[in-house]
């Protein structure tokens, strides 16, 4: 009986996640529209346009690469935050006195570091094999 909760506990679990993944994968698209239909009908491109669309497929991948693994690199919202905070120092420059920009771009730097301790930790200590999914495991390689 136990058994047999555990494994429809899992699966509704499973099945929530799946849904809430495609929302965000869904309106991660939308808003993407939405965002090009503004730069058309403006006629131009700004740079803020172009890191809010990055930061729209940095989501995308993060939705992908979880669905792929099952796994959700630490990484990618650090990369996600990181674009957010310069494309508000872009924005905002005009309007932050220069401890407000000495704070964000702190931030953004805090961000980076915590990247490279994240990249050194996991090529210093990996995950076991063990950790990985079955379903989503690699076949053998054949000599």
């Known amino acids: ?46 740079l803020t346009d172009l890191l809010l669309l990055f930061i729209y497929l940095e989501v995308i991948t993060m939705v992908n690469v979880y669905w792929e693994s099952g796994k959700l690199p630490v990484r990618m919202p650090l990369y996600i935050a990181m674009v957010a905070l310069a494309r508000y120092l872009i924005l905002e420059a005009a309007h932050l006195g220069s401890a407000q920009v000495l ?21 210093k200590m990996p995950y076991p094999d063990s950790a990985r999914r079955p379903e989503k495991e690699e076949p053998a390689i054949k000599e």
Do not use: D, F
């Open 103 to 123: 704070a964000v771009s702190g931030g953004i730097l805090v961000l980076a570091l915590a990247v490279l301790v994240v990249r050194y930790g996991h090529l």
């Open 1 to 46: 009986m136990t058994s047999r909760l555990t494994k429809t506990g899992n699966n509704a679990a499973n099945l929530i996640q799946n849904l809430g993944l495609w929302v965000v994968l869904l309106a991660t698209v939308v808003a993407g529209i939405q965002e090009i239909w503004v730069m058309i009908e403006a006629r131009q491109v700004k």
